[in-house]
């Protein structure tokens, strides 16, 4: 079944630690990337996307992801995290088939104590 | 104005009521969706306008009815709802076509009883 996998369900890190939450999908063909956060108490928010050219994207807030298509992956990553990046994190998968049809992996929570 | 409003904030229903949630942009954005997310999971698709035309129905039950009555609105009636109904349902919307984000609103939590 086609499908956007996240290894990592929950994360803790500590404050200045990196991070790399890893995303795989199983969709052949051209596929848009996006990484979308949702902090407690509120809605989803884009962090970054990747449709063509540069597989290196950078989005806000120091994230950064890497679009590696041998392996159908894109893993996040930050290389120092702070405690506000306390948040549910979700990988999505957009096929184009000209409708926006996102399908979301299963979510990686990510607890950073200070 | 990159906000995608929704209302009510919380809705709580019984199971013989008929209730609808709306939510409504102002991006000029003429694609918008509804997602049912349950609690510890991951969003999913319900529908799908583009140009106010239904896209994408994901086989959703008919106790759920989208509507859009223009492009910058989009109405989800809601009738004889199960108690697994209850989640938090997301709106979004975006330029038509596949190779844009998705904006989000911040959900309306319903609770069926």
């Known amino acids: 079944a086609q499908s956007v996998s996240q290894h990592n369900h929950h994360v803790i890190l500590s404050e200045a630690a990196s991070l790399e939450l890893g995303c795989n999908y199983s969709y052949g063909g051209t596929v848009n990337l996006f990484w979308y956060v949702q902090y407690p108490g509120q809605h989803l928010q884009l962090l970054l996307k990747y449709f063509s050219g540069d597989p290196l994207v950078k989005g806000i807030k120091g994230f950064e992801a890497e679009f590696i298509k041998s392996k159908f992956s894109f893993n996040l990553r930050k290389p120092s995290v702070q405690w506000s990046d306390t948040a549910e994190y979700f990988c999505?998968?957009?096929?184009?088939?000209?409708?926006?049809?996102?399908?979301f992996g299963t979510g990686t929570r990510l607890l950073v104590s200070p | 104005d990159t906000e995608v409003t929704q209302t009510p904030k919380h809705l709580v229903m019984g199971m013989t009521n008929k209730k609808s949630l709306k939510c409504e942009q102002h991006?000029?954005?003429?694609?918008m969706y509804w997602y049912k997310q349950k609690a510890k999971k991951p969003p999913e698709l319900m529908f799908v306008y583009s140009y106010e035309k239904l896209s994408i129905n994901e086989s959703v039950p008919s106790r759920f009815s989208p509507e859009c009555p223009n492009s910058s609105l989009l109405n989800l009636h809601l009738h004889a709802l199960q108690p697994e109904d209850s989640a938090l349902y997301l709106c979004a919307s975006s330029p038509s076509g596949s190779s844009y984000e998705q904006y989000f609103g911040p959900g309306t939590r319903l609770t069926v009883t």
């Open positions: 991006m000029g954005h003429r694609a």
């Open positions: 999505a998968v957009n096929r184009e088939t000209g409708f926006q049809k996102l399908v």
